[in-house]
């Protein structure tokens, strides 16, 4: 979520510096563990046990995921080096969960500002104190 801050008034377009918008994806996700605390620390954990377990369930399953991953765009080589022929179903589950990784951090980026809005607008929580 943009830096209210930092909007356009009148388009509502963001107008954040450049050094702001070349931030990694874990910079942006510890700025966010920083601003929103135990919501977003939760909501990342939360999200890593459910796709974990998801992906596991897949795995043991039997589905072959080597053929899912290159079909939605992944490398062969970066696919083969993750999913090792002959390793755990855990393991294979853990290199799957690990890919899928700047897509649960997209997630957990997009969505804690918005709980925390409807959170803090339902009265649930504080609202942050005005900045001198």
């Known amino acids: 979520m943009p830096d209210p801050s930092k909007i356009h008034a009148a388009t509502g377009s963001d107008v954040s510096s450049p050094e702001e918008k070349k931030q990694s994806k874990s910079q942006q996700l510890k700025k966010v563990f920083q601003e929103y605390g135990a919501v977003g620390v939760a909501l990342h954990v939360g999200m890593s046990l459910v796709s974990l377990g998801i992906f596991y369930t897949v795995v043991s399953s039997g589905v072959d995921m080597s053929a899912i991953l290159l079909k939605l ?35 957990t980026l997009l969505s804690v500002p918005l709980i925390v809005r409807y959170f803090r607008k339902m009265g649930f929580f504080k609202s942050p104190a005005a900045k001198p």
């Open 73 to 107: 765009g992944f490398k062969e080589s970066l696919v083969q080096s993750k999913v090792a022929a002959g390793t755990s179903t855990f393991v294979v589950a853990y290199a799957i969960h690990k890919l899928f990784a700047p897509v649960r951090i997209s997630i």
